[in-house]
């Protein structure tokens, strides 16, 4: 695809509209780097062999609080994507009703795809008996297992992401990570290492507030800064794990809770808020599917599997069209394990 550089007209975009577009094309940027160019969005198979090619791991119990963080889970998935509930029910709608649903959920998709993959992780973590319960524990703990992860989710980010030259990707990747995002028809991976690198540029901004406030960061003559010293951001530089893609979906939902959503009211383009909605809505069933596969070896697939049957026969009078993208990661489940001969018992 050629590089679609800015127009005039993109050029006299305002600041908030300028954001969302530039994040709707890194969010589409790595779903393509995930698909590989492939149209079929279901990669889902050949991410859950990954995850099984670790081993069966000796069964652990789903105690009760896990089960119900899992649920949680699922719970907050269906929220995000109620509009496949609300356009089911509605037959064929207005391309204007689904733009404009588009539009309102926007702001609110960040932080339900973020905490269907948080009580996820939970419920993963309480398992195998190293139990995560806050944010950070969460992230240091994907970080940790983010090696060998399927796609985007298996690459992290370390260095200073003013300085690409000392940008470092594991595993290694190469291409630009410093044109503008508003540009598209650049390869998949620079989209997936310039949203790292931004992210990792938000992860310091966040912590340079801390540090400002801290009592014990003085300047010589004892009074405190007013603006970060080069020692200070080399502090927190040094502090920073490697950043993953779940920095990313964390970093979304907490600019949106806490600091701006104009840009989710902007004048962003239908094709823009589109990308938008289905990126985010692929990082959601993508990290769900590793995190449900990784549960699936440790507590028996067959208990999965049943698990995830008793909570959707609960849902009573919930269509089948918004539990689509759940069934599919259930059956990917199952016949990747078919497929690699695990026995589910």
């Not at 990747?173 to 931004?198: C, K, Q, T, V």
Request: with cysteine; net charge positive.
């Amino acid at each position: 695809m050629p590089i679609l550089r800015l127009n005039t007209q993109q050029e006299h975009l305002d600041a908030n509209t300028a954001k969302f577009i530039s994040i709707s094309n890194l969010l589409a940027g790595i779903q393509d780097f995930a698909q590989g160019g492939n149209l079929d969005p279901n990669i889902n198979i050949e991410s859950a062999r990954k995850i099984f090619a670790r081993g069966i791991q000796p069964v652990r119990t789903l105690t009760p609080h896990a089960k119900r963080m899992l649920r949680i889970s699922w719970h907050t998935e269906l929220a995000a994507r109620i509009l496949d509930n609300v356009l089911a029910a509605s037959g064929v709608p207005d391309p204007d009703l689904l733009t404009t649903l588009r539009r309102v959920s926007a702001q609110t998709l960040p932080v339900q795809v973020y905490y269907a993959i948080f009580n996820s992780s939970r419920c993963f973590t309480l398992v195998i008996g190293s139990p995560c319960s806050t944010h950070s524990q969460v992230h240091r703990d994907f970080g940790n297992r983010a090696r060998g992860a399927p796609g985007p989710w298996g690459v992290t980010l370390k260095g200073d992401p003013e300085d690409t030259s000392s940008c470092i990707f594991t595993p290694v990747m190469s291409g630009d990570i410093s044109f503008n995002p508003m540009e598209r028809g650049h390869p998949p991976n620079e989209y997936l290492g310039l949203a790292l690198r931004m992210t990792r540029r938000w992860q310091i901004e966040f912590r340079r507030v801390g540090w400002l406030k801290d009592p014990n960061n003085r300047s010589s003559k004892g009074e405190p800064y007013k603006v970060l010293p080069k020692r200070g951001r080399d502090e927190i530089l040094n502090r920073l794990r490697p950043t993953t893609l779940l920095d990313l979906v964390y970093e979304l939902r907490r600019r949106t809770n806490y600091e701006s959503a104009d840009e989710y009211g902007s004048d962003a383009d239908d094709a823009a808020v589109a990308r938008f909605h289905g990126g985010l809505l692929y990082l959601l069933d993508s990290c769900l599917l590793i995190y449900e596969a990784d549960l699936a070896r440790y507590i028996g697939i067959s208990t999965y599997l049943e698990t995830a049957r008793e909570w959707r026969n609960s849902l009573g009078r919930i269509n089948g069209h918004a539990l689509r993208a759940f069934d599919a990661r259930n059956l990917a489940i199952q016949e990747a394990a078919s497929a690699m001969s695990i026995s589910i018992r």
